[in-house]
């Protein structure tokens, strides 16, 4: 692709079939119909022949040129074939969808193109990583290398621990990186508590402090749920005065009247 083709030529025969000496204006072109943008060149034909040198395409493709004077038929080359130039960018075919922590970010996959964006039939290892500016302590986890099957590579499975807003990035050899869309990573389904602030040591009958308690999943992340959160002196019969059952805000649960008698 984007290179120039072997020269073409025509040449105007009379109705015997034999070359005439005609000096008029040929046009070659790359028919609409193949999905190209089209090419045309206007040439002036010497001794009957039109020939263009330096025809091109940037698309890869299988092609015929066409070779047009208004007052005769059109000619129409034999197919020739346009491959794709060499590497040299990745691009996102799909990108990462918002999932909860641990769940799939969905099927992300990225195609190995040359200069013109013609998919390159390559079977190189692509590699994906949480991009350096969305790093937050959080792993990306799954297939992180996979090679590339005619110049697509595909990656399933793919998961993010930490809650938050992340890019992937994509590299190859010594192709230049490139980046995904932000997506979103919510916190899953609720399965443990855990104190963010203790009790502290007081006297008989006066506040222990303030307590506060988050609801989170299996991934340390904090889930944002109304749900009730109750309070209770553990291994004792000593009971706990105040407000001992809270309904979190966004997750968190806050004590502030409690005592030991």
Known sequence: ???????????????????????????????ESQDVLQDTLRVATIDGIATVADLSTALAGIY????????????????????????TTLAFIEEPLDAEAGASIGTVSLEILDDYGNRVSSGENVTVKLNDDFQTGAQLSGILTVAAIEGVATFTGLSIDIVGTYKLEAGSGSLPAVESTSFNISSATASDLAFVEQPSDAE?????????????DDFGNRVFSSADVSLDIYNSPVVLSGTTTIAAIDGLATFSDLSVD
Request: charged share 20%.
């Open 1 to 31: 692709a984007g290179s120039t083709l072997s020269p073409v030529s025509d040449e105007i025969l009379d109705g015997l079939g034999d070359r005439t000496n005609s000096t008029s204006d040929y046009t070659m072109a790359i028919p």
């Open 64 to 87: 015929t040129v066409e070779a047009t004077r208004g007052d005769l038929p059109v000619a129409v080359s034999d197919e020739f074939t346009v491959s794709a130039a060499t590497a």
């Open 204 to 216: 008989a009958g006066t506040s222990i402090g303030t307590v506060s308690v988050e609801i989170r």
